[in-house]
């Protein structure tokens, strides 16, 4: 009998690698750098949306208008020389893949992040060679929560269905954006969201981190 899930699609900040508190410390300095006063905890509560939904939540239409792309490329510029050397893989990852492929799963990032950092991730990740199909907010024109780049990795993964597909993902937002998309989801803690938060938005079962999973893969939808 043909496996039911033939495909995992992996969001990479928070799920994969852990960068939430870096990106969030990045909008907090981009923020101020155009003298707005933005939280640690407030912006990190907003890490999994891309630029274009999270500045709306902190600033009005006609700021965003104004200066939202160059708060966005001074956000960039600044992760990129100051954080992302600090980003670190969580436990597991590789193997993870490796095993997925080995029972027969295609293997798709998904993420918010910019087509460069993705790239860089999978080198940082140590997953070359074992991803099937990557997709970035640069493929698509809205980020998450909109289920615009779930919707395009399965295009990617075409032709499965979304029936044949679970989102991995530590945020609501993966989470509303896969089930707008008709994807179950898989939430992971090791983002730092409560784990109320994603049973809210709907994941269907929730791993501590990558190791986890892989550790519980028998029992987990996966490999239903």
Do not use: N
């Amino acid at each position: 009998m043909a496996k039911t899930i033939q495909a995992a699609i992996f969001d990479i900040d928070g799920t994969l690698l852990d960068s939430v508190d870096l990106h969030a410390q990045a909008w907090v300095d981009a923020f101020a750098h155009f003298g707005v006063t933005v939280s640690h905890a407030d912006a990190r509560s907003q890490i999994g949306k891309g630029g274009d939904q999270l500045l709306p939540v902190f600033l009005d239409e006609t700021r965003v208008e104004r200066d939202g792309k160059r708060i966005e490329a001074y956000r960039s510029d600044l992760f990129k020389r100051e954080y992302l050397p600090r980003v670190k893989p969580f436990p597991g990852v590789p193997a993870l893949f490796r095993h997925l492929r080995g029972e027969g799963l295609k293997v798709a990032l998904a993420s918010s992040g910019k087509a460069p950092e993705v790239e860089h991730y999978q080198g940082l990740l140590g997953v070359e060679g074992l991803v099937d199909v990557v997709v970035s907010s640069d493929d698509v024109e809205r980020s998450k929560p909109f289920p615009d780049i779930f919707a395009a990795a399965l295009q990617k993964l075409a032709p499965l269905g979304a029936e044949a597909a679970i989102v991995i993902g530590d945020t609501p937002y993966d989470a509303e954006a896969a089930t707008r998309a008709g994807i179950r989801t898989i939430g992971v803690l090791c983002g730092g969201f409560p784990e109320a938060s994603l049973s809210d938005t709907g994941c269907i079962a929730i791993y501590r981190d990558p190791q986890d999973l892989l550790d519980g893969y028998p029992d987990s939808p996966l490999a239903q």
